[in-house]
């Protein structure tokens, strides 16, 4: 697309009231593809029409180059809940109408002695964006320094600091890693449930080391659950699932 730029301005005020030669070509290119990304919706169509109509031939012959030289890219609004949809199958499809590939092998290099090699194996290549959470930084790190204090609202080790903590996106992580087990032991057994907590640590003085499994039959409600339960129950909300 970015080789299809206008060549062609009308003379005086250097503005097209319709898209001619190479430049019309372009914009039903573009038009077109946006169009079939998201099949059955033509909102995204509409906004690119709206653009295109308010660029003369100077300003589309920029856009174009900066398009060209990866310095802006084409957007596309995909609304959440809709029924159109934007969909791999089709994604892969369009892709291969236009020669596009999105997976190749690789060259892997692990740094040592051992020589680089290609991958045998295809794999997705493609630019996503990335957020840092700010719970990688150190300031935000919080961990009491004992466990002979518990917190009476949450059942949660407090120590002679602020409780520790796992957020959301935290939750997260150790599930996209299958860390089912770590990640069960983080909300209940040191998040609240003090039943299981007093039998962990009790197994710890006992043996050095401790097993959900063994401790399983030990186990009791997570504090924080019943005091949200407690607290919705006080303002008469319905708390039966908790």
């Not at 890219?73 to 499809?93: F, M, Q, R």
């Amino acid at each position: 697309m970015g080789n299809m730029d206008s060549t062609e301005n009308t003379q005086g005020t250097g503005k097209t009231d319709k898209p001619t030669g190479r430049r019309k070509q372009t914009e039903k290119f573009i038009l077109d593809y946006i169009g079939r990304l998201i099949p059955g919706s033509d909102s995204n169509v509409r906004i690119y029409q709206s653009l295109f109509a308010g660029m003369d031939d100077a300003a589309f012959h920029t856009f174009m180059r900066q398009l060209e030289h990866g310095e802006i890219h084409l957007a596309l609004v995909a609304p959440n809940l809709s029924k159109e949809k934007v969909t791999i199958a089709n994604n892969l499809a369009i892709a291969d109408e236009l020669g596009h590939n999105f997976f190749e092998r690789i060259w892997i290099d692990h740094g040592n002695d051992t020589p680089p090699y290609l991958s045998p194996v295809r794999y997705l290549v493609c630019d996503l964006t990335l957020c840092r959470q700010a719970q990688l930084l150190v300031k935000k790190i919080s961990i009491p320094e004992d466990n002979r204090s518990v917190d009476d609202l949450t059942g949660q080790p407090s120590g002679k600091s602020e409780a520790s903590k796992i957020s959301f996106p935290e939750n997260q992580v150790l599930a996209a890693f299958h860390l089912d087990r770590t990640l069960h032991e983080l909300i209940t057994l040191r998040g609240g449930d003090t039943q299981g907590f007093n039998a962990m640590n009790e197994s710890f003085a006992r043996t050095g080391g401790a097993s959900q499994k063994a401790i399983e039959p030990f186990r009791g409600g997570v504090k924080s659950t019943q005091a949200l339960r407690i607290m919705l129950l006080s303002m008469h909300l319905d708390a039966e699932g908790l």
